[in-house]
C-alpha cells in the first residue's frame, strides 16, 4: 500500500457488478481503523461491499473505481461508522472464511480433477492409482497436464480440453458440501480403524515406542524379519522384489505397515 499524507491507498478487487468483477481503490486513513479490526480485515470486508472505520480516531474512507476519467467520484458502499466501539465481528470473520474457504475448494475441484476425485468423489478413506484412471477414463480424459514442455502440455489440453470441460461441469458446491461432511465421517471411521490397528502391530512388533521414527524401525525390522515368500497382503508386494527392499519399506505409510504385520502375524518371528 502507498503512503499517502495520512491516508492509505488499499487497491483491490472490491465487489461485483454484472458479473464482472471490478478493480477499486479505497482511500483509507489508517488512524480510523476501528478497534478490533486490521488492514487485512478491512480489506476483506471491502471485498463484501462493507467500509468499517471510527469517526472518532479519523476520516471517512473513500472507494472510487480505478480507470475512470475523474477517480474522485465515489462509488457506492456500506460504511459503518464504529464511534469508539471495539468491533468484534467474530461471527462475520468465521462466516467469511467459511465462504472464502468454498470459494476456493469450488475452484481446485474445477481445475483439478485429480483433487476433487480424491477429496471428494471417490468418498474412499484410500484412493488407487487404477481408481484415479477409471475416474479420468469416464469423462473421456486420458492423460493429465503435468508435462514441463509447455508445446506438449499445450497439445495434451487440447487433446483432453472436452474432457476437462465435461467434468468441470458437474462440479456443484452445494454436492461438494454435502460429500465433504460423508467423506468427515468416512475419514473418521477410517483413523479409528488405523488406531486399533496400530495399537496391535506395537503389540505384535513387541514395542512401545512413541516417536514416530523409532516406531517405523521397530515396526519394519518385524517386517523384515517375515519369510517374503509367504507374505499375503497387497500392500506388502510394493515392498517385495525377491526380498524386503528397505527403501521402500521406508517410503511405506505408517498404516500400511501395521497392516502388513497385522495380516501377517502367524510370519513373525
Known amino acids: ?11 483491490g478487487m472490491f465487489g461485483k457488478e454484472g458479473g464482472l468483477m471490478k478493480k477499486f481503490k479505497m482511500i483509507y486513513d489508517v488512524q480510523a481503523i476501528p478497534q478490533g479490526l ?17 469517526s472518532e480516531k479519523g476520516h471517512r474512507p473513500k472507494l472510487v473505481e480505478v ?19 471495539e468491533v468484534d465481528l467474530s461471527t462475520f ?6 465462504t472464502t474457504f468454498w470459494e476456493k475448494e469450488l475452484n481446485r475441484c474445477k481445475n483439478s480433477p485429480l483433487y476433487g476425485f480424491t477429496n ?10 487404477e481408481m484415479e484412471a477409471e475416474f479420468l477414463k469416464s469423462f473421456g480424459i486420458t492423460s493429465l ?9 499445450a497439445a495434451e489440453f487440447t487433446d483432453n480440453k472436452a474432457g476437462y470441460e465435461k467434468y468441470a461441469a458437474t462440479v456443484d458446491l452445494e454436492d461438494l458440501k454435502i460429500r465433504r461432511n460423508q467423506m468427515a465421517i468416512i475419514m473418521k471411521k477410517f483413523d479409528e480403524e ?40 497387497d500392500e506388502a508386494k510394493n515392498c517385495i ?20 504385520i497385522c495380516n501377517n502375524e502367524k510370519l513373525i518371528k
Open 1 to 11: 500500500m502507498e503512503k499517502k499524507n495520512d491516508a492509505q491507498e488499499i487497491n
Open 194 to 233: 488405523c488406531e486399533v490397528r496400530q495399537a496391535k502391530a506395537m503389540k505384535l512388533a513387541k514395542t512401545n515406542a512413541k516417536e514416530d521414527k523409532k516406531l517405523r524401525e521397530k515396526l519394519i525390522n518385524c517386517i523384515t524379519r517375515m519369510d517374503v515368500a509367504e507374505v499375503v497382503t
Open 241 to 260: 522384489f525377491g526380498k524386503w527392499d528397505k527403501k521402500m519399506l521406508h517410503a511405506t505409510d505408517t498404516y500400511i505397515l501395521c497392516r502388513i
Open 67 to 85: 480507470g475512470l476519467s475523474n477517480e474522485h467520484v465515489e462509488v457506492p458502499v456500506n460504511f459503518v461508522d464504529t464511534k469508539g466501539v
Open 38 to 54: 486490521t488492514v487485512d480485515m478491512v480489506t476483506k470486508l471491502a471485498d463484501t461491499n462493507w467500509v468499517f472505520y471510527d
Open 120 to 129: 471428494y468423489y471417490a468418498m474412499k478413506a484410500e484412493v488407487t492409482n
Open 93 to 98: 470473520t468465521a462466516k467469511l472464511e467459511e
Open 145 to 153: 497436464i503435468n508435462v514441463m514442455d509447455s508445446d506438449q502440455a
